[in-house]
């Protein structure tokens, strides 16, 4: 027995050796544990450090000055023509009838010279995709109107007009404000092409200087058409709407197609889309019968605004173990993937996969360093012609987070919910004086575009 110790003052209390023993082991054990944590940690986080600033580099950030107008297809807008006439019927009727408000001398019978006034109307205009080029619209109207004209020993004379008038131009798309594009008719090319044919008729004329008359106003509408018009805006087209400062989007290519009489536009962006190739954009989803418009976009450009909107700080990089967003949160998020998969479901065409992949860093403010993956599966489909996203589940490659199903509501997994229908959810096209609603009436996977074709109603 070794010497007995004293508890308090007066009670000795003897300790035998073997105990003593025990607790030094077990203060060894503890020291080991200590050391052996310290080396792991001492090796663990440098590394995940390292990888942690190796993914961040590898996300895609905006494309700053030119963008490479030959670079892939990102987004595709195709609208039927009849729509096209709807939203720039009245800044063609407007155009039209500016260029046909002239007074001219004609020449009549026997090279004649009379001072004529044109006062017309252009009515029931029309668009429609025609083969003259791969850019070319036709436009064909009706004519009303008054044409004034002093006829010897007559005087002067008011007679009715009516007639058509058809005419093909190219479009063109131009820069607007506020990132938006302005698809224009350049109808300063009609005479280049077809030129301006003009039918006319004159009432309340003698049937005589009717007949003399007439063909004189017909060549005076052609003309003035072909000197006077300017090119008109058709509409604006507004970039999607992904949440991002400074997202800029240009066409890359545009065709008009008779077959389907629509005009088919394909966009990239500032978003450095790492895969895909140029694509002839009569390959490019359409409208079907009875549809006006379609909207398409590759879904890995979605995952790329997600990284783009977490550098920019509209989507928070950290997190609690929890999920919750915090400036200084031990959870760092990156990127993994972002997919929308075709569903193939016969009962419901119009609902497909969503498929978001991420990981989950923790650096050592919290005393530990991991990362492990997660992954949230949901759908986006149709309802009632409009979009509805959905994330319902949700899993990780380790049981380490004490919550791991409050992730789910996230700011990270909200935003990228809703930004799988973001694309689809504004009105890309605009026109003064115009209103209309989109209705969704379709919803697949194709060609690795997500492709939305709707109705637009009042």
């Known amino acids: 027995m070794t010497a007995p110790r004293r508890l308090g003052r007066n009670i000795p209390i003897a300790v035998p050796k073997f105990i003593r ?8 054990c503890a020291a080991l544990t200590l050391a052996m944590l310290q080396t792991s940690c001492s090796t663990t986080c440098p590394r995940l450090q390292s990888d942690y600033t190796e993914a961040l580099a590898q996300e895609p950030t905006l494309i700053q000055g030119a963008i490479n107008r030959e670079g892939p297809v990102q987004f595709a807008l ?20 500016k260029a046909l408000s002239t007074t001219r001398p004609v020449e009549v019978a026997a090279g004649r010279l009379l001072d004529m006034r044109l006062d017309a109307r252009v009515l029931d205009l029309r668009l429609s995709a025609d083969a003259a080029c791969s850019r070319c619209l036709r ?20 007679a009715s007009l009516a007639g058509t008038l058809s005419t093909v131009a190219p479009l063109l798309i131009e820069p607007g404000e506020n990132g938006s594009l302005i698809l224009k008719l350049d109808t300063r090319e009609a005479s280049r092409l077809a030129g301006v044919r003009a039918s006319t008729q004159l009432d309340q004329l003698p049937p005589s200087w009717a007949r003399a008359l007439q063909s004189s106003v017909s060549r005076l ?22 949440g991002i400062k400074d997202f800029r989007l240009v066409p890359t290519s545009f065709v008009t197609d008779p077959g389907s009489q629509s005009v088919i536009i394909a966009f990239t962006s500032n978003l450095p889309f790492r895969g895909g190739s140029a694509i002839d954009p009569l390959t490019l989803p359409r409208p079907a019968d009875g549809q006006d418009i379609t909207l398409a976009v590759r ?33 760092h998020i990156t990127l993994n993937h972002f997919n929308i998969v075709a569903m193939n479901d016969p009962h419901d065409p119009n609902r497909h996969g969503l498929d978001l992949g991420f990981r989950v860093w923790t650096l050592g403010s919290t005393g530990s360093c991991f990362a492990l993956n997660g992954k949230a599966n949901g759908r986006i489909a149709l309802k009632n012609g409009q979009l509805d996203t959905v994330l319902s589940d949700l899993s990780f490659s380790d049981s380490v987070l004490a919550n791991p199903a409050n992730w789910l509501s996230s700011q990270f997994l909200s935003e990228g919910k809703t930004i799988a229908q973001r694309p689809f959810d504004r009105n890309v096209l605009l026109a003064p004086g115009v209103a209309f609603q989109l209705k969704g009436q379709s919803l697949r996977v194709e060609n690795d575009f997500v492709v939305l074709s709707a109705t637009a109603g009042n």
């Open 21 to 28: 023993s025990i607790g030094l082991a077990a203060s060894l």
């Open 139 to 158: 436009v064909d109207a009706t004519l009303d109107g008054k044409v004034f004209v002093d006829v010897p020993v007559l005087g002067p004379q008011m």
């Open 221 to 242: 509408v052609e003309t003035a058409l072909s000197e006077r018009l300017a090119s008109v805006s058709l509409t604006h087209i507004q970039a999607p709407d992904l």
């Open 299 to 331: 879904p890995a450009i979605l995952g790329e605004a997600l990284a783009v909107r977490m550098q920019q700080g509209t989507i928070a990089r950290r997190y609690t173990l929890s999920g919750e967003a915090q400036p200084t949160g031990a959870a």
């Open 78 to 97: 195709a609208v039927k023509t009849d729509f096209l006439s709807r939203l720039g019927q009245k800044a063609l009727e407007q155009a039209f009838e």
